[in-house]
């Protein structure tokens, strides 16, 4: 048994124990299912109006797949090997996010929904709560400060010998990565978008923050991991989230750029007439 699998035994556990995280891992992609497929009956409802963008369609159920993995097969794996775990913490908490942000869920339920349930999801967005909880320093915190409550603490020891936690952790992975995302890029209407200047400012600590973490984690890396397989893992951590990062940047520079091209274009004319 490898040294993570002492952390908790996972998966070499007892029959109950096998019975509890199948039953999660069921429950995980059941969930993702049927993500998938409320977004195609959205896309079925809203037929007979304007075509829907095809690369959004695509961008959804590629996140679908991605998050499936991570909740599969490479949490599977992450009961013996740091290095699958950070493979699933990317792809679960980064690419997957970015792929089902991109895939602009409400904007599509908006179009599908009756007027009155929609006019209800456009009451919801507006709320003080999600206001606040979508606010890129809020979404910040959440998403940087639930990874560094994992790694620097027994939280990590604890995903690894209960299912329950371990889906608990997982969830609020997949959320917290969504959030982030959503309020840095969206493509969603959003009636309380930060400016550019802040959403820039806490992408910019949210990568530092990021990579510190993964530089402290090949330093030290948690209880019962071994030194090769954690730099490894770390590594992955380090320059998978990289990859994330400057996709961030350059969407968040193509939105200030579509942003500004009105008050761009009036300056061009106003100098030629």
Same mark, same amino acid.
């Given at each position: 048994?490898?040294?993570?699998?002492?952390?908790?035994?996972?998966?070499? *556990?007892?029959?109950?124990?096998?019975?509890?995280?199948?039953?999660?891992?069921?429950?995980?992609? @059941?969930?993702? *299912?049927? =993500? =998938?497929?409320?977004?195609?009956?959205?896309?079925?409802?809203?037929?007979?109006?304007?075509?829907?963008?095809?690369?959004?369609?695509?961008?959804?159920?590629?996140? %679908?797949?991605? =998050?499936?993995?991570?909740?599969?097969?490479?949490?599977?794996?992450?009961?013996?090997?740091? #290095?699958?775990?950070?493979?699933g913490h990317l792809l679960l908490g980064m690419l997957a996010p970015l792929l089902l942000v991109l895939g602009a869920p409400v904007t599509l339920a908006l179009r599908s929904l009756a007027v009155d349930d929609a006019r209800a999801l456009s009451r919801l967005l507006?709320?003080? +709560?999600?206001?606040?909880? #979508?606010?890129?320093? #809020?979404?910040?915190?959440?998403?940087?400060?639930?990874?560094?409550?994992?790694?620097?603490?027994?939280?990590?020891?604890?995903?690894?010998?209960? *299912?329950?936690?371990?889906? =608990?952790?997982?969830?609020?992975?997949?959320?917290?990565?969504? %959030?982030? #995302?959503?309020?840095? +890029?969206?493509?969603?209407?959003?009636?309380?978008? @930060?400016?550019?200047?802040?959403?820039?400012? %806490? !992408?910019?600590?949210?990568? @530092?923050?990021?990579?510190?973490?993964?530089?402290?984690?090949?330093?030290?890396?948690?209880?019962?991991?071994?030194? !090769?397989? @954690?730099?490894?893992?770390?590594?992955?951590?380090?320059?998978?989230?990289?990859?994330?990062?400057?996709?961030?940047? +350059?969407?968040?520079?193509?939105?200030w750029f579509r942003a500004t091209r009105p008050a761009r274009r009036a300056v061009v004319v106003g100098a030629t007439t």
């Open positions: 048994m490898s040294p993570l699998a002492l952390v908790g035994h996972g998966h070499g *556990a007892a029959t109950p124990g096998l019975d509890a995280w199948a039953l999660v891992e069921g429950a995980g992609l @059941a969930a993702l *299912a049927a =993500a =998938a497929a409320l977004y195609a009956l959205g896309l079925w409802a809203s037929r007979r109006r304007s075509p829907w963008p095809v690369r959004r369609a695509l961008s959804w159920f590629a996140g %679908v797949a991605c =998050a499936a993995i991570a909740i599969g097969p490479v949490a599977r794996a992450a009961h013996e090997s740091f #290095t699958a775990h950070m493979v507006r709320s003080r +709560v999600v206001r606040w909880v #979508t606010h890129p320093i #809020t979404a910040g915190v959440l998403n940087a400060g639930g990874l560094w409550l994992l790694y620097g603490t027994e939280l990590f020891a604890l995903m690894h010998g209960s *299912a329950l936690v371990h889906a =608990a952790v997982y969830l609020h992975i997949l959320l917290a990565g969504c %959030v982030f #995302t959503a309020s840095l +890029v969206g493509v969603d209407p959003d009636p309380h978008r @930060a400016s550019l200047r802040v959403r820039a400012t %806490v !992408l910019v600590a949210f990568i @530092a923050v990021h990579s510190m973490l993964a530089k402290r984690l090949y330093a030290y890396p948690p209880a019962g991991v071994d030194a !090769l397989d @954690a730099q490894i893992g770390s590594q992955v951590m380090y320059y998978g989230g990289d990859v994330v990062d400057v996709a961030l940047l +350059v969407l968040l520079g193509l939105g």
